[in-house]
């Protein structure tokens, strides 16, 4: 427009802000601007940005699993979680290189587990049980935003792909080699899913929320 202001990309109840257009015509992808309003400090504007950008349209949410419970995956199993543990393992270091770090549990998977279970004095089995799930998600430490990493692509790869958050302003892509960033909308959707299952919602992924997120059932 002629006075500037935001660029939404979306339809309607799932808006995500773009940019903005200043009144001189450039676009800026960076600041979060609604409208003649700039914010600096997203987080601790997340609740207002929401619900003007987004329409306050969170996704549903399933309960998790009850504290100590995980799924088991073998060779020839697929799904996301498979994806969330091939980061967790490539944060570790334990990938094959030239490996995939798509959904699958080939056998590459196997011998990546098999290496990180043995590195760590684990039962050698290869196959992804709660005591492997436990040691990763605890190795990963606390996330926070302004991590990086391939612990951070795991957890957006849980928001992302799992429960539908739109993560692409923080360069979210499926099944990238990079390490993820923990920006604003990771901070937020983070947040937004620790208030849907009951945890304390300070937007940072311990072992807790990590729990939460491999247990929480896919949304179709």
Same mark, same amino acid.
């Given at each position: /427009?002629?006075?500037?202001?935001? *660029?939404?990309?979306?339809?309607?109840?799932?808006?995500?802000?773009?940019?903005?257009?200043?009144?001189?015509?450039?676009?800026?992808?960076?600041?979060?601007?609604?409208?003649?309003? *700039?914010?600096?400090?997203?987080? &601790?504007?997340?609740?207002?940005?929401?619900?003007?950008?987004?329409?306050?349209?969170?996704?549903?949410?399933?309960?998790?699993?009850?504290?100590? /419970?995980?799924?088991?995956?073998?060779?020839?199993?697929?799904?996301?979680?498979? &994806?969330?543990?091939?980061?967790?393992?490539?944060?570790?270091?334990?990938? !094959?290189?030239?490996?995939?770090?798509?959904?699958?549990?080939?056998?590459?998977?196997? +011998?990546?587990?098999?290496?990180? %279970?043995?590195?760590?004095?684990? !039962?050698?089995?290869?196959?992804?049980?709660?005591?492997?799930?436990?040691?990763? /998600?605890?190795?990963?430490?606390?996330?926070?935003?302004?991590? +990086?990493?391939?612990?951070?692509?795991?957890?957006?790869?849980?928001?992302?792909?799992?429960?539908?958050?739109?993560?692409?302003?923080?360069?979210? +892509?499926?099944?990238?080699?990079?390490?993820? /960033?923990?920006?604003?909308?990771?901070?937020?959707?983070?947040?937004?899913?620790?208030?849907?299952?009951?945890?304390? &919602?300070?937007? %940072?992924?311990?072992?807790?929320?990590?729990?939460?997120? *491999?247990?929480?059932?896919?949304?179709?």
């Amino acid at each position: /427009t002629d006075s500037g202001g935001p *660029v939404l990309r979306g339809e309607e109840g799932a808006w995500e802000l773009a940019g903005v257009i200043s009144r001189d015509g450039d676009f800026d992808e960076n600041p979060l601007c609604v409208g003649p309003t *700039v914010f600096t400090d997203t987080v &601790a504007h997340a609740d207002w940005i929401d619900d003007t950008v987004h329409g306050g349209a969170a996704p549903p949410i399933g309960d998790p699993a009850e504290p100590g /419970t995980w799924p088991e995956y073998r060779q020839g199993e697929m799904g996301w979680n498979v &994806a969330i543990a091939k980061y967790l393992l490539a944060d570790e270091g334990s990938l !094959k290189p030239g490996e995939v770090l798509d959904d699958r549990f080939d056998e590459a998977t196997v +011998e990546s587990l098999m290496d990180y %279970q043995q590195g760590t004095d684990l !039962k050698v089995t290869g196959v992804l049980d709660t005591r492997s799930w436990e040691f990763l /998600t605890e190795e990963a430490g606390t996330l926070s935003q302004g991590d +990086e990493g391939h612990a951070v692509a795991a957890v957006q790869t849980a928001l992302a792909e799992k429960l539908g958050y739109d993560l692409g302003a923080d360069g979210y +892509e499926t099944h990238t080699a990079e390490p993820g /960033t923990f920006g604003p909308s990771t901070h937020a959707a983070v947040e937004s899913f620790q208030e849907q299952v009951g945890l304390d &919602a300070d937007g %940072q992924v311990g072992p807790a929320t990590f729990h939460a997120l *491999v247990t929480v059932p896919e949304n179709p």
